[in-house]
């Protein structure tokens, strides 16, 4: 059966569908000695597929892998790093299969982070049309004011465009005046999303941690401690990304 050339690569747990169409875009990817281009489709069990000319297992049927992660910070949301710095590798160790992160947390920030061998899943997760609930804990500089608080509510214009509206509420704190505890629902993923919306209301981060994408909680996780998602907490994303659950197997 024919599917899109980035299904597959994503299938075979390479890489997420998004990374996938780069790849095809790039030129790294062939189809029974042509180049592949996007939109192009396949049929594994037929075609011969090479990835930078290396012939691609799809792997098909593997076991699927879904993990969630409490990142600590000062931890590189990568597999490997140029730099030497410790990377989400260093911690998610004995799976039996190479899982990569959905989308980033940055350096300095903590949290849930969800990783998967399931490019598809991966896919949906990401696309921005999905719009997936995200919610951090943040701390802000300064005593920060309603009146800014709902222009984040209501979107702000960052270099990149406006922001979709954010759910926003005070949590109580021991910490001082000097600074706000705030709780943030955002439903896109741009780069240093939080930290951009509130320097530009003047209220700079100075702590961030994710503790839910969509109904995912950290729950008891640790800084640097991972677990697999549990059949209720996979019943949950799938249904919000529009997957069935009984489409796929679960790793338990």
């Known amino acids: 059966m024919e599917e899109r050339l980035q299904k597959i690569i994503a299938s075979s747990g390479i890489t997420s569908r ?6 095809i875009m790039e030129g790294r990817v062939t189809v029974n000695g042509k180049t592949a281009v ?9 075609d011969h597929i090479k990835l930078d000319g290396k012939l691609l297992n799809p792997k098909i049927g593997q076991r699927r892998v879904y993990i969630k992660f409490n990142k600590p910070d000062d931890v590189v949301t990568t597999l490997t790093d140029p730099e030497g710095r410790a990377t989400v590798a260093d911690y998610i160790t004995g799976v039996g299969q ?10 300095h920030t903590e949290g849930l982070l969800l990783l998967t061998n399931d ?9 921005p049309a999905k719009k997936i609930p995200k919610t951090y804990q ?44 705030l709780e943030t629902t955002i439903y896109e993923g741009r780069k240093r999303q939080i930290r951009r919306m509130f320097t530009y209301v003047k209220h700079p981060v100075a702590k961030l941690k994710r503790v839910a994408i969509n ?20 019943h949950t994303i799938f249904k919000e990304v529009g997957v069935k659950p009984n489409e796929r197997p679960y790793a338990q």
């Open 119 to 127: 490019g598809d899943l991966a896919y949906h997760i990401l696309h």
């Open 18 to 23: 998004r990374k996938a169409e780069e790849i």
């Open 215 to 234: 109904g995912i909680t950290l729950g008891n996780l640790k800084p640097g401690q991972w677990v697999y998602l549990t059949q209720e907490e996979l």
């Open 98 to 107: 190479r899982v990569y992160p959905v989308g980033r947390l940055d350096y």
């Open 138 to 181: 943040v701390k802000v500089k300064g005593d920060i004011t309603e009146a800014d608080l709902d222009k984040l509510r209501r979107g702000v214009r960052l270099e990149d465009g406006v922001t979709l509206p954010a759910e926003i509420k005070r949590l109580k704190s021991k910490d001082t005046v000097s600074n706000t505890w």
């Open 38 to 46: 996007i939109g192009m489709k396949a049929d594994v069990e037929r």
